[in-house]
């Protein structure tokens, strides 16, 4: 602490504080009560509670203050704009501090991409803790622009803004004891060790914890989630754009264990960000599905600093950061006031701050190889049948999917698109070391009628995936995506319907947020002109390419069963 006798003199009450906010209804996470007190602060830190004399008084007249809200989980990459247009969203949301998780930079740019999201994430009024990715590339059945190592990791470690290791997402590869994975836990020695296991229960489940992994974002179910809080995880819960797992989970939360719960998002789309909410919005939901307020604002803001090691954030008490926000109503938990360190940031919505930094892009990473069309075909096998063919499902609201066998229909002894039956070509081309690898598959759930969609953000190795109902389309999408240097597009007969260039990696724009959000509406108006109804098709469509997460994904490697992590065949006969 700055002069730190001068703080003392101050919380003695020897000399005037700088700010005083008088008649305050603290909402105080640390007591689990709330209370009515004055709280006085010099340098941008909380000194004390009480009657105060200060250079300057702000009066709340009975508002409740509470801490600032902390993400758990995030992907900066998913809201497809810039760290510094990030923060214009989230901060009137009442949101002081993230914990990211860089990997989609670190797949595409790997050491590159830490770097850029360290500089670019500098001097706002947010406070950014990073967790190293541990799965560059996420397996082995996918091609990634990059390699972490565990040695790569230990150089990294010891930044006081890194916090610990992201989401070890080769669960199996935990459980059974990989060197590799294990090296990696080893080389976060001494910081949190973060998970990520969808479904796992049991004996692997038991393994998985004792190797040292203390969290998971990824429950659905409320057993599964009580299996892993039982073990001593601490309990995630996620409400994203396309993840939306907290009605399904919040009511495991009690007053016993609450401490050990906190709320993620995990990927949110910048429209969503800014309308819906960020943490606020999971606040608000859990307080709507009984839990008690003060309990949800806890889960949002000290257990949430408490498990990840965030020194001085996440209450109001002496020593903290003068991090707050103003509100009027519990229940309601809309956010009037936005406080960074004592300084008002956000007020009713509007962000106070002018960013001026400009951080420099990193290089491009479109690097393509494919033949046409023959990379694009599925010819039935000579003297052979394909009565079944392997479809993914997509399950609404999830990022898991289903298994589904369908027969295939068969055009010139090629298998097709069906639009009538929903069962549409999906197609992943390698982007990063022009490496030719094309992986093609199908899909259903989309019911595009006519088109294509295509985008280069698709977890977690960010090649481009494009799925469409012919083949004409789905090369004019992949070569707008090349010319754009990466992005999302939607096409119908060779024409582009809407577009949303993203240079930085393939992942991120260099435009406003405003901007970002009105060309994300233009794409999914055009995808819903080509028949597709749902809510976020182009999330929906980058994790059709997540290799680790059931059931069934493609990459540009081929079909993957993601249940047992191995690749597998498309015709199923």
């Keep these: 602490m700055r002069d730190i006798q001068h703080k003392l003199s101050v919380a003695r009450g020897e000399k005037p504080a700088e700010l005083l906010f008088k008649n305050a209804r603290l909402v105080n996470v640390l007591s689990g009560e709330i209370h009515e007190t004055d709280v006085a602060v010099d340098d941008g830190r909380v000194i004390g509670f009480g009657d105060y004399d200060a250079k300057e008084i702000i009066d709340l007249g009975g508002s409740f203050l509470?801490?600032?809200?902390?993400?758990?989980?995030?992907?900066?990459?998913?809201?497809?704009?810039?760290?510094?247009?990030?923060?214009?969203?989230?901060?009137?949301?009442?949101?002081?501090?993230?914990?990211i998780d860089?990997?989609?930079?670190?797949?595409?740019?790997?050491?590159?991409?830490?770097?850029?999201?360290?500089?670019?994430?500098?001097?706002?009024?947010?406070?950014f803790f990073i967790m190293l990715p541990s799965c560059v590339p996420a397996t082995h059945l996918e091609t990634a622009g990059a390699r972490f190592t565990a040695d790569d990791l230990r150089l990294m470690i010891a930044d006081d803004r890194i916090a610990g290791i992201a989401e070890?997402?080769?669960?199996?590869?935990?459980?059974?004891?990989?060197?590799?994975?294990?090296?990696?836990?080893?080389?976060?020695?001494?910081?949190?060790?973060?998970?990520?296991?969808?479904?796992?229960?049991?004996?692997?489940?038991?393994?998985?914890?004792?190797?040292?992994?203390?969290?998971?974002?990824?429950?659905?179910?409320?057993?599964?989630?009580?299996?892993?809080?039982?073990?001593?995880?601490?309990?995630?819960?996620?409400?994203?754009?396309?993840?939306?797992?907290?009605?399904?989970?919040?009511?495991?939360?009690?007053?016993?264990?609450?401490?050990?719960?906190?709320?993620?998002?995990?990927?949110?789309?910048?429209?969503?960000?800014?309308?819906?909410g960020h943490i606020d919005h999971s606040i608000r939901k859990a307080i709507a599905l009984g839990v008690p307020a003060v309990t949800a604002i806890q889960m949002g803001t000290i257990n949430t600093a408490r498990y990840y090691r965030?020194?001085?954030?996440?209450?109001?008490?002496?020593?903290?950061?003068?991090?707050?926000?103003?509100?009027?109503?519990?229940?309601?938990?809309?956010?009037?006031?936005?406080?960074?360190?004592?300084?008002?940031v956000a007020e009713n919505g509007k962000y106070l701050r002018r960013e001026n930094a400009v951080t420099e892009q990193p290089r491009s990473t479109m690097n393509l190889s494919y033949r046409v069309p023959g990379d694009f075909e599925v010819r039935v096998p000579e003297g052979g049948s394909a009565k079944?063919?392997?479809?993914?499902?997509?399950?609404?609201?999830?990022?898991?999917?289903?298994?589904?066998?369908?027969?295939p229909k068969i055009l010139d002894g090629q298998i097709v698109s069906d639009p009538e039956r929903d069962i549409l070509k999906l197609v992943v081309v390698e982007r990063h070391q022009a490496t030719g690898n094309v992986g093609v598959g199908f899909v259903r759930g989309f019911d595009l009628k006519r088109g294509a969609l295509g985008s280069t953000v698709a977890h977690d190795a960010h090649n481009v995936v494009v799925v469409g109902v012919t083949d004409a389309d789905i090369v004019s999408v992949i070569q707008a995506l090349e010319a754009m240097r990466g992005g999302q597009v939607a096409v119908a007969d060779g024409k582009i319907e809407a577009a949303l260039p993203l240079p930085i990696a393939g992942l991120v724009s260099d435009q406003p947020l405003e901007s970002v959000i009105e060309k994300i509406a233009e794409l999914k108006a055009a995808a819903?002109?080509?028949?597709?109804?749902?809510?976020?098709?182009?999330?929906?469509?980058?994790?059709?390419?997540?290799?680790?997460?059931?059931?069934?994904?493609?990459?540009?490697?081929?079909?993957?069963?993601?249940?047992?992590?191995?690749?597998?065949?498309?015709?199923?006969?």
Excluded at 104 to 123: F, H, P, Q, T
Excluded at 388 to 407: G, N
Aim: with cysteine.
């Design 66 to 99: 509470a801490p600032s809200l902390i993400e758990g989980h995030f992907h900066v990459e998913s809201t497809m704009v810039t760290i510094p247009e990030l923060a214009r969203a989230v901060v009137p949301h009442g949101t002081g501090a993230m914990v």
């Design 102 to 127: 860089p990997h989609e930079y670190a797949n595409v740019l790997g050491m590159d991409g830490i770097r850029y999201v360290l500089e670019s994430s500098k001097n706002l009024p947010i406070d």
């Design 168 to 276: 070890l997402m080769n669960y199996p590869g935990v459980f059974l004891g990989l060197e590799s994975e294990l090296a990696k836990i080893e080389a976060g020695r001494g910081k949190v060790i973060d998970g990520h296991a969808p479904g796992l229960r049991g004996k692997n489940l038991n393994a998985y914890a004792l190797a040292g992994v203390r969290s998971d974002h990824e429950s659905t179910e409320i057993e599964e989630a009580r299996e892993k809080l039982r073990l001593g995880m601490h309990l995630l819960i996620r409400e994203g754009s396309t993840e939306r797992n907290l009605e399904h989970i919040i009511a495991l939360v009690t007053p016993q264990n609450s401490a050990n719960c906190s709320f993620a998002t995990d990927d949110k789309l910048p429209g969503d960000l800014v309308s819906e």
């Design 310 to 344: 965030l020194k001085n954030h996440g209450a109001i008490a002496p020593r903290y950061w003068a991090d707050f926000i103003l509100f009027d109503d519990l229940a309601a938990f809309e956010i009037k006031r936005v406080y960074k360190k004592g300084v008002l």
């Design 388 to 407: 079944k063919i392997r479809v993914i499902e997509i399950v609404p609201h999830q990022i898991v999917t289903k298994e589904v066998l369908e027969a």
């Design 528 to 573: 819903a002109r080509l028949g597709c109804a749902l809510d976020a098709p182009f999330m929906s469509l980058s994790f059709l390419s997540l290799s680790p997460i059931p059931a069934l994904k493609l990459t540009d490697q081929g079909l993957v069963d993601a249940v047992n992590l191995k690749l597998t065949s498309l015709i199923a006969d």
